[in-house]
């Protein structure tokens, strides 16, 4: 996925053409923005917080450097063997690349907190992606250390809408949504660099979730996950 990610971020860098034929769209800007990050700014006092996720949207909105899924969720992926399908491009556009990478991230190190005792699998996953971005990112290479930065920062407000919003997980017990609150938080008053510093705060700030048992799909139920 990091792979296909970097070449279509690459095959459409600075394309002129496309960003007339994929505008960000009022659906992007509603969905995206509004619940994301328009939601993270409304419910907090935090003069940083509100700082950095506004820097965050003025990105979204200035960045528009290559063409973009929109919408990087597992629900929205197909595997089949070795080989996977990307579906659901309805909210395609020009953008920020950084917006596609830190949207499967935080659907990777999200599922690490709820079931902390296997978390590393998580890591392991959101690393395994990250390199190969970085490997197949030829064009991108003069920025790409930028993107993946600006990737870590789409993180915290994913945290908090999984966690308090129209599209919160149903199925977090108090103890889990509180954490998982609290690590956004920290995240997005202070800015990481680098994934490993994302998860070395996870590791920190979830390990009151050390017992927590993997979930089951009766537990889930019908609930959205990821």
Aim: glycine content about 4%; aromatic content about 8%; hydrophobic content about 35%.
């Amino acid at each position: 996925l990091g792979a296909f990610l970097a070449q279509c971020h690459n095959s459409t860098y600075n394309d002129k053409r496309l960003k007339e034929v994929f505008p960000i769209t009022e659906m992007v800007t509603k969905v995206k923005i509004g619940i994301f990050h328009d939601g993270f700014i409304e419910c907090t006092n935090n003069p940083m917080i509100r700082k950095n996720i506004q820097n965050v949207r003025e990105k979204y909105f200035g960045n528009h450097i290559a063409l973009v899924h929109g919408d990087v969720l597992p629900k929205n992926t197909m595997v089949n063997g070795d080989n996977f399908y990307l579906l659901d491009y309805e909210i395609a556009h020009m953008g920020d690349p950084a917006h596609d990478i830190g949207t499967i991230l935080a659907c990777y190190l999200l599922p690490g907190i709820i079931n902390y005792p296997i978390r590393k699998r998580y890591y392991r996953a959101a690393n395994e992606l990250l390199d190969a971005y970085k490997k197949n990112g030829r064009k991108l290479r003069h920025i790409i250390k930028r993107v993946i930065k600006n990737s870590l920062m789409q993180i915290p407000s994913h945290f908090h809408c999984r966690a308090c919003s129209i599209i919160q997980l149903q199925f977090l017990d108090n103890q889990t949504r509180d954490i998982i609150i609290k690590i956004a938080e920290k995240l997005a008053e202070r800015p990481r660099s680098t994934l490993r510093e994302v998860t070395a705060l996870i590791d920190r700030e979830a390990r009151p979730l050390k017992d927590n048992k993997p979930l089951t799909k009766e537990q889930l139920g019908s609930s959205r996950v990821f």
